[in-house]
């Protein structure tokens, strides 16, 4: 589903934060990208999400040259996606329904299918009964929590996570982890950058390691020692 083929990224100043990276994620796989703080991870994520563009090499989504996207076709591209961020990004003058109907406000849905989609993604999360309530009035796992539900409601192929867990205490942190483990389980694409180590070594997935903009080793999977 996602390829990199000899990925670079070099931003303007002369910083590379990736360099000849490599790797194959197939259809229905959970991985797991990690390294130290400035080592690429999010500019990885963020070269899948059309955020940035590469500046050498191809990443390819379903074949897909995601490189030469023209900018109106951004929209439809990342409809294919679902995006979680460590900051949730949440609108928090809306309530918690007005946030996770957004992408199908965007999208044109019907009001009627709105309200069906948003409330199964709600009760997946386990927080169907707070879809009135403000984010500001939940807790760091609720808002995150919300912000999955968010990314879910369009149920696409593809759920890309920034950190997420990366200001939730370890209880938080597995409860949102297992969320992940459940899309997977259902055939969703799911590819989680973090730094939590001791959160990795507990689950069975893939890990790709990045230091300085490269990556350790990608192919054979390779389990965090």
Do not use: C, W
């Not at 000899?6 to 790797?23: D, I, Q, T, W």
């Not at 563009?53 to 897909?64: A, I, K, M, S």
């Not at 807790?139 to 990314?151: C, D, H, L, M, N």
């Amino acid at each position: 589903m996602i390829r990199f083929d000899n990925v670079g990224k070099r931003y303007p100043g002369g910083h590379e934060a990736l360099a000849e990276v490599s790797f194959r994620l197939e259809r229905g796989e959970m991985a797991f990208l990690t390294g130290p703080s400035g080592a690429g991870k999010s500019t990885l994520l963020r070269l899948i999400a059309l955020i940035e563009r590469p500046t050498r090499g191809q990443v390819l989504l379903d074949g897909e040259n995601l490189g030469r996207v023209r900018r109106r076709r951004v929209p439809y591209v990342r409809r294919r996606m679902g995006i979680i961020f460590q900051d949730y990004r949440l609108l928090h003058e809306r309530t918690v329904f007005d946030n996770v109907a957004l992408p199908l406000v965007i999208e044109g849905y019907p009001p009627a299918e709105i309200a069906r989609r948003v409330r199964a993604a709600l009760d997946k999360v386990g927080l169907l009964g707070r879809e009135r309530m403000l984010p500001v009035t939940l807790s760091g796992g609720e808002q995150q929590r919300v912000s999955i539900a968010r990314a879910v409601v369009h149920k696409p192929p593809l759920l890309l996570a920034d950190e997420p867990t990366g200001n939730l205490d370890p209880d938080l942190s597995r409860e949102i982890m297992e969320l992940f483990e459940q899309f997977h389980q259902v055939g969703v694409t799911v590819l989680i950058a973090s730094h939590d180590l001791d959160l990795i070594r507990s689950m069975d997935h893939r890990v790709l390691r990045l230091r300085a903009g490269r990556l350790d080793a990608a192919e054979p999977p390779e389990r965090v020692a």
